[in-house]
């Protein structure tokens, strides 16, 4: 399988905790290379932006504020089949479901402030790597 990418964050209560560094250790222990890494902070607008395939859910706005309250980790990570592994890793989007042993099982708080995100598609990868990197900044 020729190797993927997917975009990775993580969210401003994890970073509010310390968590970084046990969750990037995670990562790159299940085989993921960190292609480009920063830490920057989302304002609103870029929160919706980011989130542009939730508007209108019940809980878009809540997730805006939540993320765009704090800094986060936004990560470009390589691997064969990238996507569906690093979602495997993080585990299931509510914590209470989540399996023993994923990101989201040990770190996540509720299912808003659940650590991490994932991109689900290789078309989301592209665009949300986009939203925070450019060509130079991806080794
Ligand atoms: P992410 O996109 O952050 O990797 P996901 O793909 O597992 O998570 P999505 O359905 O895309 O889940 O939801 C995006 C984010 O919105 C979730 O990670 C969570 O923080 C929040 N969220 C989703 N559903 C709810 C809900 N019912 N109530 C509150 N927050 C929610
Ligand atoms: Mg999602």
Redesign the pocket.
């Known amino acids: 399988m020729p190797l993927g990418y997917t975009f990775a964050?993580i969210?401003p209560s994890a970073c509010r905790k310390n968590h970084v560094g046990p969750i990037l250790a995670m990562i790159n222990q299940a085989g993921f290379r960190i292609s480009a890494i920063r830490s920057t902070k989302l304002d609103k607008e870029e929160a919706e932006q980011f989130?542009e395939?939730?508007r209108g859910?019940?809980?878009y706005e809540?997730?805006c504020d939540?993320m765009s309250s704090g800094p986060i980790i936004a990560i470009l990570l390589e691997k064969e089949n990238a996507i569906e592994d690093f979602?495997k890793l993080?585990g299931?989007?509510?914590p209470t479901m989540a399996e023993e042993g994923t990101i989201r099982k040990m770190f996540a708080e509720?299912?808003?402030?659940?650590a991490?995100?994932?991109?689900?598609t290789p078309e989301n990868a592209e665009r949300e790597a986009n939203f925070f990197f450019n060509q130079r900044e991806r080794y």
């Open positions: 964050m969210k989130y395939m939730h859910k019940e809980f809540s997730l939540f979602r993080i299931n989007t509510n509720s299912l808003q402030k659940n991490v995100h994932g991109s689900d």
